[in-house]
């Protein structure tokens, strides 16, 4: 009889934890709706200031042209120091979402390790933050609650401190690291180069046989248009970083419930075949005491 309570125990408390993780799904899923059209509506000026800025960076250092001279087109082969920004969820329960962008993360440390580069971390999100601290790895700067409620303001901030070293030569490179947005089942890791900026890879663009670059008595609009560039692509990070981390979510709390109903399943059936025995082994002990009355 104390086996079937602890297997009704045991039912009733899936079914609670079934609840609860049916209710994060619904949760989730509402919060993706919103996330994911804020990513797509940003991808694409993301992406298009990265294209204007990557065919400048082809004009100048290929053909040498526009009289100008940047330190943010300027690829050395040598480097010294490195940034890494990356961005985690503040919460868990979302599968694999958090450790592979660490898993990213440590796999550039390892890279820039073995040429003899620091690396420098800049982190957001409390799990990465919790992660790195525990292996005792120094963090440079680490900034909760941002990635769960991203602000343009915000993530202004957060990247104009790296590019700020960068201008002031105290490192070479920033990377930025995020889990982003793939469709509603996956995720995909983007490993973007802020700067220096890189040249587009494979066959020239159209866009960028018809730009033209002219010299100026300064800099105005390439520095505001870099400035868009670096502040847009920390923003979009996060935003993106956002929808994906709901689409875990979203998918990690479904297999749990999935998980919850087949444990009960099991556990339904393990409590009828205690109940049958019980009430067979109650039936044998009656008669067994009839007979012996004869």
Excluded: W
């Amino acid at each position: 009889m104390a086996n079937l309570k602890e297997i009704k125990r045991k039912i009733k408390s899936v079914e609670n934890t079934k609840k609860t993780t049916r209710a994060m799904k619904l949760v989730s899923t509402a919060k993706l709706k919103r996330a994911e059209l804020a990513a797509k509506k940003s991808r694409v000026y993301a992406e298009k200031i990265n294209e204007v800025l990557s065919d400048i960076s082809h004009k100048i250092n290929k053909y040498k042209v526009g009289g100008i001279d940047s330190h943010y087109f300027d690829i050395k082969n040598d480097i010294e120091k490195v940034d890494i920004v990356f961005v985690t969820a503040d919460k868990g329960l979302c599968g694999g979402f958090n450790i592979q962008t660490i898993k990213q993360v440590q796999t550039l440390m390892k890279k820039y390790k073995d040429k003899k580069v620091k690396v420098r971390l800049r982190a957001i999100g409390r799990k990465g933050i919790d992660f790195f601290k525990f292996q005792g790895i120094e963090l440079l700067t680490n900034n909760v609650g941002v990635s769960s409620s991203p602000t343009y303001e915000k993530a202004s901030e957060i990247i104009n401190e790296a590019i700020s070293d960068f201008e002031n030569g105290v490192t070479d490179k920033v990377i930025l690291v995020h889990n982003g947005y793939k469709n509603m089942i996956s995720q995909e890791l983007r490993v973007v180069d802020v700067v220096p900026i890189e040249e587009p890879d494979g066959k020239e663009s159209e866009s960028l046989s018809m730009m033209e670059l002219e010299p100026a008595e300064d800099e105005t609009i390439l520095n505001s248009l870099m400035k868009k560039y670096f502040e847009y692509n920390m923003y979009y990070a996060l935003i993106d970083s956002l929808a994906a981390e709901h689409s875990a979510r979203m998918q990690a709390m479904e297999n749990a419930t999935n998980n919850a109903s087949e444990r009960v399943h099991k556990l339904t059936l393990a409590y009828n075949k205690a109940r049958q025995e019980s009430i067979t082994t109650e039936l044998i002990e009656i008669i067994s005491g009839v007979e012996s009355m004869k």
